[in-house]
């Protein structure tokens, strides 16, 4: 497992100064395809290059992170809001794009500057992606980003969403309340075959409550947080949730009807979009909660006495 925390400064520094300079490049390259139809022969020759530059840098980026089974969430989380604001533009930018050129390429007679107009588009976003990872690797090997922070929402967390978005249990165990958080966060065998909720918990706990979210390169659409009473036995009031911004994300996904009634796409392919992105999404974090509860049961020996 790589640790992000002893990289080299030189490798940190140098790749992100790369990934900069290929933005800064993807975007000159990328604007120009508005200005003068005479730039369009050296434009059309430049855009291969930039696109498929994309997988060694970007794809660097994304080797590092799965290597070190840390969460993209985790580590893109504590980027500055600025930086947030900025990507979120971005993306709304590249997708718009995406449409336009879609639609401008299926029946134009001379497509090769919508072609590179399209390429460049994805280049720009990629290329800015990974600026952002290469900064966010500078601050981890600084000390700058906490890496194990655990999910907090206190809103949240006092009006939960409706089941089964959000779930309530009370368990019951034997063991004490030091022992109950000393297990939870001890690193869990993989066991064999397992997709979700392979590499255990991470978060925080202490004998008063815990924090926890499942761990692993993969995001957590959910997270648990609960507390402890009593002793001989200890009882565990857990709340098991979705993260408000992953639910928005999906709920986003409903912003592609305008964008595929641009591109021309028939009601077939804003349903696929809809099924898959925002009902697979959602499948795929109850299954996560559901991984979720049976951890937080393994680890502190604990079984279900009621649901509220």
Same mark, same amino acid.
């Given at each position: 497992?790589?640790?992000?925390?002893?990289?080299?400064?030189?490798?940190? +520094? !140098?790749?992100?100064?790369?990934?900069?300079?290929?933005?800064?490049?993807?975007?000159?390259? =990328?604007?120009?395809?508005?200005?003068?139809?005479?730039?369009?022969?050296? /434009?059309?020759?430049?855009?291969?290059?930039?696109?498929?530059?994309?997988?060694? @840098? $970007?794809?660097?980026?994304?080797?590092?992170?799965?290597?070190? +089974?840390?969460?993209?969430?985790?580590?893109?989380?504590?980027?500055?809001?600025?930086?947030?604001?900025?990507?979120?533009?971005?993306?709304?930018?590249?997708?718009?794009?995406?449409?336009?050129?879609?639609? $401008?390429?299926?029946? =134009?007679?001379?497509?090769?500057?919508?072609?590179?107009?399209?390429?460049?588009?994805?280049?720009?976003?990629?290329?800015?992606?990974?600026?952002?990872? !290469?900064?966010?690797?500078?601050?981890?090997?600084?000390?700058?980003?906490?890496?194990?922070?655990?999910?907090?929402?206190?809103?949240?967390?006092?009006?939960?969403?409706?089941?089964?978005?959000?779930?309530?249990?009370?368990?019951?165990?034997?063991?004490?309340?030091?022992?109950?958080?000393? +297990? /939870? /966060?001890?690193?869990?065998?993989?066991?064999?075959?397992?997709?979700?909720g392979a590499y255990g918990l991470r978060g925080e706990a202490d004998?008063e409550a815990f924090r926890l979210e499942l761990g692993g390169p993969?995001?957590?659409?959910?997270?648990?947080?609960?507390?402890?009473?009593?002793?001989?036995?200890?009882?565990?009031?857990?709340?098991?949730?979705?993260?408000?911004?992953?639910?928005?994300? @999906?709920? $986003?996904?409903?912003?592609?009807?305008?964008? $595929?009634?641009?591109? !021309?796409?028939?009601?077939?392919?804003?349903?696929?979009?809809?099924?898959?992105?925002?009902? !697979?999404?959602?499948?795929?974090?109850?299954?996560?909660?559901?991984?979720?509860?049976?951890?937080?049961?393994?680890?502190?020996?604990?079984?279900?006495v009621s649901i509220e």
């Amino acid at each position: 497992m790589l640790d992000l925390t002893k990289l080299p400064a030189a490798l940190t +520094r !140098g790749y992100t100064a790369i990934a900069v300079a290929a933005t800064l490049v993807a975007a000159s390259v =990328h604007f120009a395809t508005y200005g003068p139809e005479g730039w369009a022969p050296t /434009l059309i020759a430049i855009w291969p290059v930039l696109f498929f530059g994309i997988f060694p @840098i $970007a794809g660097a980026a994304i080797v590092a992170l799965s290597m070190s +089974r840390w969460q993209f969430d985790v580590v893109l989380g504590q980027l500055p809001l600025l930086i947030k604001v900025v990507a979120v533009v971005g993306t709304i930018y590249v997708a718009i794009n995406f449409g336009l050129m879609f639609k $401008a390429l299926s029946g =134009h007679a001379q497509p090769g500057i919508y072609v590179a107009r399209l390429f460049t588009g994805h280049a720009l976003y990629f290329y800015g992606f990974a600026a952002v990872i !290469g900064y966010q690797l500078d601050r981890i090997r600084r000390g700058k980003v906490e890496l194990m922070r655990a999910p907090r929402d206190d809103a949240l967390e006092a009006d939960p969403f409706p089941p089964p978005l959000s779930r309530r249990m009370v368990l019951q165990t034997a063991l004490s309340r030091a022992e109950c958080a000393a +297990r /939870l /966060l001890r690193p869990q065998p993989r066991r064999p075959f397992a997709f979700i909720g392979a590499y255990g918990l991470r978060g925080e706990a202490d004998p008063e409550a815990f924090r926890l979210e499942l761990g692993g390169p993969r995001s957590s659409l959910v997270y648990a947080v609960g507390r402890f009473e009593g002793t001989g036995p200890t009882f565990i009031r857990v709340l098991l949730t979705f993260k408000r911004w992953h639910l928005i994300a @999906i709920a $986003a996904t409903l912003l592609v009807l305008p964008l $595929a009634s641009l591109m !021309g796409f028939g009601w077939q392919g804003v349903l696929f979009v809809i099924v898959f992105a925002g009902g !697979g999404n959602l499948v795929f974090g109850l299954a996560q909660m559901r991984s979720l509860l049976q951890q937080i049961q393994r680890a502190t020996e604990a079984q279900p006495v009621s649901i509220e």
